[in-house]
């Protein structure tokens, strides 16, 4: 089980375990929440043997299980002996922090459901204290933004070759067609010379050798390339040091057959060779009679 990883999340309700399941499950974690400490190990074992499909675990563990929780400690050691290795994250916050949150949503706390608030949060940290004791990693959230505390889980569970699994893709559109909803930049290059006016290249799109020497050839397609590359050089590892998964970027003309198709190839290109995975997709070719 050398490549099977198991982090355990527990803390304070109202910490922010919610929060951190979703930020391990952007990373490619299985998370599961709530789940009976007693049914760890098997779920640990089924994992392990699905042929390498599920590797990355995440569970989220906490008061919520009433007795059960208390056998967390138990079932960590018999983990142990199977040699299972894992990481428990705890999760905490100052009482005034928990106690401001909890009104904020107007929800009971586990611990006191007819009573204070604060009443539960004691009672909470007093059962909690053992697996505190027992935690990898101890997080206080009381003065992080959600980002920040995002940024805090994307450093210790991210290792350099998860980071360079990003997936790119980097679409092509006309916006006579509409701007796709999922980009996440986009780039309008209507600016550029356009083959459409010549009538050797109309029907030819921005994939053929004859397009894509027209629309070089001018100045203006090299500065703009150059300056297109940079920023995108610089955008995307600081997306992937902020935990994206996937990033779209959007290349537009008008009609989505010339220049957005020559744009979007090269940027592809350039981002293949410094290593990213980068896919292709020209969304508005098929609304064009093309010859090729």
């Not at 699905?50 to 960590?76: C, M, P, Q, W, Y």
């Not at 994307?154 to 360079?164: A, C, H, I, M, S």
């Not at 004859?210 to 940079?230: A, N």
Request: charged share 30%; hydrophobic share 40%; net charge neutral.
């Amino acid at each position: 089980m050398e490549s099977f990883h198991l982090v355990i999340i527990t803390g304070m309700s109202g910490a922010g375990k919610t929060q951190v399941s979703r930020v391990l499950e952007d990373l490619g974690y299985f998370c599961v929440d709530n789940l009976p400490p007693m049914l760890i190990p098997k779920f640990a074992e089924l994992c392990a043997q699905s042929a390498g499909k599920v590797n990355k675990i995440a569970l989220v563990v906490d008061i919520r299980g009433g007795e059960f929780f208390d056998t967390l400690v138990t079932v960590l050691e018999d983990l142990e002996c199977q040699a299972i290795s894992y990481e428990i994250l705890f999760l905490e916050a100052s009482d005034e922090t928990l106690i401001r949150r909890y009104k904020e949503t107007r929800r009971r706390h586990p611990m006191a459901p007819t009573g204070r608030v604060s009443e539960g949060i004691t009672r909470e940290r007093e059962r909690l204290e053992l697996i505190r004791g027992r935690s990898s990693h101890i997080i206080d959230t009381s003065d992080l933004a959600a980002s920040q505390l995002k940024e805090k889980i994307v450093t210790l569970f991210t290792d350099e070759r998860d980071r360079d699994r990003m997936t790119i893709t980097v679409v092509s559109f006309g916006f006579k067609y509409g701007i796709p909803l999922d980009a996440d930049m986009v780039f309008d290059v209507r600016f550029l010379p356009n083959p459409f006016y010549v009538d050797s290249l109309r029907r030819k799109s921005g994939r053929t050798a004859e397009v894509g020497e027209y629309i070089v050839k001018w100045p203006i397609t090299k500065q703009f390339m150059e300056k297109l590359g940079g920023l995108i050089d610089f955008l995307v590892p600081n997306y992937i040091k902020e935990g994206k998964s996937q990033l779209i970027i959007a290349i537009g003309c008008t009609g989505g057959l010339h220049r957005s198709v020559f744009v979007a190839e090269k940027i592809a290109e350039g981002l293949r060779g410094k290593g990213f995975k980068a896919d292709v997709e020209h969304r508005d070719i098929k609304h064009n009679q093309v010859e090729e």
